[in-house]
């Protein structure tokens, strides 16, 4: 029981993570019909970025988070406005040639100037507590908490305010947006900026657990892809649902079956469910 | 004859040049850059298949390619099969698990397929890593033997020990390759790829069976990725699961866009220059894939359909420039 109870936290905690990387996917996919496969690439930028913000310039934990969070939202905003935008009306496959470029980009910058070796970011609350026998860093329920705290607040922001509601007009029909009149380009590249601030905030959140090195989002974009395709494109309730579910069928696959093939699970049911359901558990139509 | 000797003279020009080529001595570099270069452009001919003319893009290519490799590899090492058996072994093997993948993935349409087949290629890379008593693990599969040497009734044989030899069995595959495509195409069959790519509901509506198309397209673009695994597996003598690794389907895509989707040449030349681009970056030192991501970026957003598509359309403009200067005045008040 105990094996349950960690591997569980384990999972949700992993979940968050995927959570907060596979919204911004869906945002993206949502407003402007392209999978980020860079995304990635900009989660291992914000948590490069707050481990300088921390090493070098001796910020605390939060407030080197935070500045990640608005260095991430800028960056974001910059390249979908000299690369995406151009690709505006070519296809998918040519904006999936532009995200390899800025991954290759973004990773073989980040190696060049911070070495291909692993960095760590000092643990800013490594006492353990115990719940239901099994012991947790606070810092695992930290990134629990967070998580929760950030969804809700990107919940508060399409569901109540004005910029939100472009945001889903946007989503639900493009030119429809234009002609009532929302600048549909910026709601572009809002939406590219805040999805590349929340992939900063869940990596800087797990930055003390685990290392940081220029590839850590290789798998993770992957991961991210997995649960869009899920939960039913461009669906955030879709992507939330299937964050959760991914970390904890890794978690306990993990736990219970096998560690070197824990990704395996992830994947084969992703597999499994399309087999099931083509449009994925939450989706309404086909692509 | 005559007539289409006329009209395909530069290709039997520049075929006559890829035969010519080793006996000007090239390098050894050199032999392996283009030997290579055809490997890519037989797997990369088969992703112009499902992806350029069937329009399912597959990322799940690369895996294929890997399992090609490791086909062969292993059925030459540890069953000790000849190449030439193993060879097409492996590649109706990846036809055939093409089918098996393709039955459920292929139910999905657009974004779905691709990020299913790109889940089953990272199930097979992890697969490749871990399954160390198939694959040899993260640690590879070493010491796979050359092709044995084809007896010949009067000259001796032909070894494959040289690298003109190797570069010859590939050339001799990518000609076969490009042959199969160039038939495919331009058949009945190819012709449903194409509606299917177009408009796939309207395949349906005039009567295509499109899921079995899908699946056809599928299996064939799999059997040439895993033959271009099976040569790999040949040139290199050596197998680390990188090579099933999405990062090769990725690299396959961009010889496909950047050399021209969905025509017979592009992938060739794709696969030709943009390997030479990469190996030219090196002198400029660390900072070679940073400019290389730049310059995907860039070339997209120029030569969206390719180096192919860039030169039909200066050719197209210029011979539209002749044309209207002979026809003077009457052809311009025409139009």
Redo the contacts between chains.
């Keep these: 029981m105990e094996l349950f109870f960690q591997q569980t936290i384990n999972g949700i905690m992993l979940g968050s993570t995927y959570v907060l990387v596979a919204l911004g996917v869906t945002m993206i ?1 949502g407003i402007m019909r392209l ?1 980020s496969f860079a995304h990635g690439h900009f989660y291992m930028l914000g948590a490069y970025i707050t481990f300088f913000l921390i090493t070098l310039y001796n910020f605390s934990y939060w407030p080197a988070l935070i500045l990640s969070m608005v260095v991430l939202f800028f960056i974001g905003g910059l390249v979908e406005r000299i ?1 995406f935008r ?2 505006r009306e ?5 904006n ?3 995200a ?10 980040v190696t ?1 100037i911070w070495g291909p070796h692993s960095h760590r970011i000092p643990n800013p609350y490594p006492e353990h507590i115990y719940l239901f026998g099994a012991s947790v860093s606070q810092q695992r329920l930290i990134v629990i908490l967070a998580a929760v705290v950030l969804i809700a607040l990107l919940q508060l922001f399409i569901k109540k305010t004005v910029i939100g509601f472009t945001m889903e007009a946007t989503a639900q029909d493009r030119e429809g947006a234009a002609l009532v009149g929302i600048n549909v380009n910026r709601v572009s590249s809002l939406t590219f900026s805040i999805a590349c601030a929340l992939a900063a905030a869940a990596a800087s959140l797990v930055a003390p657990i685990f290392v940081i090195v220029p590839g850590m989002g290789s ?1 993770l974009v ?1 991961k991210a ?2 649960i ?2 899920l939960g039913g ?1 461009g669906s955030i309730p879709g992507a939330i649902i299937g964050g959760y579910i991914l970390g904890l069928i890794e978690a306990l696959g993990g736990g219970y079956i096998s560690s ?2 824990k ?2 699970f992830a ?2 049911a ?3 469910i ?2 099931i359901k ?3 558990i939450f989706g309404k139509g ?2 | 004859m005559h007539e289409y000797l006329r009209k395909k003279w530069f290709y039997f020009l520049l075929l006559l040049l890829a035969l010519v080529f080793p006996l000007f001595g090239p390098s050894r570099l050199i032999f392996t850059m283009l030997i290579l270069s055809g490997i890519w452009s037989i797997a990369t001919l088969g992703l112009n298949l499902i992806l350029g003319y069937t329009g399912q893009a597959s990322l799940a290519h690369g895996a294929f390619f890997g399992i090609g490799a490791y086909a062969v590899g292993i059925m030459t090492t540890r069953l000790g099969l000849s190449f030439w058996i193993a060879l097409p072994l492996a590649s109706f093997l990846c036809a055939a698990i093409g089918f098996l993948i393709g039955l459920p993935t292929l139910r999905t349409k657009g974004a779905y397929f691709a990020i299913s087949t790109l889940a089953f290629g990272i199930i097979v890379f992890i697969i490749a890593g871990n399954w160390s008593d198939l694959t040899g693990g993260h640690m590879g599969l070493p010491a796979i033997p050359r092709p044995n040497p084809i007896p010949l009734p009067l000259a001796g044989e032909i070894s494959f020990t040289s690298p003109a030899a190797r570069y010859y069995l590939v050339l001799f595959f990518l000609l076969l390759t490009l042959w199969v495509m160039h038939r495919v195409v331009f058949s009945l069959q190819g012709y449903s790829f194409m509606a299917i790519r177009n408009n796939e509901n309207l395949a349906e509506a005039v009567g295509i069976n499109t899921f079995r198309n899908k699946l056809l397209s599928f299996m064939v673009a799999n059997f040439f990725a895993g033959l271009a695994g099976g040569l790999y597996a040949m040139q290199l003598g050596a197998l680390s699961p990188f090579i099933t690794h999405h990062v090769l389907t990725f690299n396959l895509i961009i010889y496909l866009i950047l050399g021209g989707v969905a025509t017979l040449a592009g992938p060739i030349i794709g696969a030709i220059t943009v390997p030479f681009i990469v190996d030219a970056l090196f002198a400029i030192g660390p900072y070679r894939m940073v400019i290389f991501g730049v310059l995907l970026i860039v070339s997209i957003i120029y030569f969206p359909r390719g180096l192919m598509g860039g030169l039909t359309s200066l050719w197209n403009r210029t011979a539209d420039y002749y044309r209207h200067r002979k026809d003077g005045v009457r052809h311009a008040a025409e139009s």
């Design positions: 996919y999978p690369v151009p690709l070519q296809s998918q496959i040519s999936f040639i532009a390899i470029g800025i991954l290759l980009f973004i990773e073989h910058m060049v798998l992957m892809m997995v869009f395709i494109l070197e093939y990704d395996v994947f084969g992703l597999i499994l399309l087999a083509p449009t994925g086909a692509a």
